[in-house]
């Protein structure tokens, strides 16, 4: 079909409108960031190459509600570093408004943790640590359990279990930098870490704590044949002997135990038990008796091992209670 041959209520493919669509600009937006960029304030250090990446509207309750973030991390209520001179800037805001009409018109929005990160990805980049730590403290704030986990594994490194304490950090000092003197470093998240681990290990009770790399144990924990810590520290009977000293009433059995070495047989004597469901459960309780005695030992190892040597033991036990048995009904 020929231009020529297109139906009159069609428009031919090079001559049909095509859609203009305008973009949005906040104008008093970019009024502000002028203003605030004009603001801006040399560096301490004279040969300091750090330069204002980004200007960005924020909820985090600093005067002014913007904030510059730096090319080494920091976030500030001041830009410091490198900015366009200020006659450029006002140039180039004056050249917008000129060709305001071209631009659809838009108000300014309540900035969320969602605007503030769109813009970040918009630019190319990543959201800084810093910048997700100071959306996650308003999250805490307003009790947004969804965004904290998000923070708590994607920057943190931790799972949902920290939510706790790291609310809890989120809403401590570390912060305080920016609301009192303008500035806020990278640095600042390792402090909220400290405090985040802090909080953890307050919250963590005494029984699943750890103190050199061991473990304290409740007073009730109990170990085995009804065996629990206080017994460990109480004036009664070595713990280890009680598991160790006495043979099974059977015969066959005893005659088998008492062929293993001390810690196996208490291994042997621990799997016994009614709580115990696996041999490396069985050894590791042997090993907590004394873990200075069992330095080295693996539970999982120690208890296969163990495992092992019993069902070698009782079959040659069989083997031979067999033979002696074939032997004293042989004819005279």
């Not at 095509?18 to 250090?45: H, I, K, M, N, Y």
């Amino acid at each position: 079909m020929t231009v020529e041959d297109t139906p009159s209520h069609f428009m031919p493919p090079d001559v049909a409108p095509r859609s203009c669509v305008r973009p949005e600009v906040d104008f008093d937006l970019v009024v502000r960031a002028t203003q605030f960029l004009g603001t801006a304030q040399a560096p301490a250090d004279p040969l300091s190459e750090v330069y204002v990446e980004a200007v960005i509207p924020v909820h985090w309750g600093v005067d002014g509600g913007l904030v510059a973030v730096h090319s080494d991390g920091t976030v500030a209520t001041r830009p410091i570093g490198k900015v366009p001179p200020l006659h450029v800037l006002e140039a180039g805001t004056l050249e917008l408004l000129a060709h305001s009409p071209e631009y659809v018109h838009v108000p300014t929005r309540q900035p969320t943790a969602e605007t503030i990160s769109r813009g970040f990805l918009e630019m190319g980049r990543s959201v800084p640590d810093i910048v997700q730590a100071l959306n996650a403290r308003q999250a805490a704030l307003l009790d947004d359990t969804r965004q904290l986990d998000a923070f708590t594994s994607d920057v943190l490194g931790l799972w949902s279990g920290w939510r706790e304490p790291v609310s809890t950090a989120l809403l401590g000092d570390w912060a305080s930098p920016l609301l009192s003197s303008g500035s806020l470093a990278p640095t600042a998240l390792d402090c909220l870490r400290t405090e985040a681990r802090t909080i953890h290990r307050q919250l963590t009770p005494l029984s699943q704590r750890r103190v050199a790399g061991e473990r304290l144990w409740s007073l009730d924990f109990r170990f085995g044949d009804d065996l629990t810590t206080y017994d460990l520290i109480s004036d009664g009977p070595d713990p280890f002997e009680v598991l160790t000293g006495s043979l099974p009433d059977d015969p066959r059995v005893a005659s088998v135990l008492a062929q293993l070495r001390p810690i196996e047989y208490a291994v042997a004597m621990a799997w016994a038990g009614t709580r115990v469901t696996s041999w490396a459960e069985a050894a590791a309780d042997v090993i907590a008796l004394d873990p200075a005695q069992f330095t080295g030992c693996a539970p999982r190892a120690l208890g296969e091992r163990v495992r092992t040597k019993l069902i070698r033991l009782g079959k040659r036990h069989t083997e031979r209670a067999v033979a002696a048995a074939a032997w004293k009904g042989r004819p005279a």
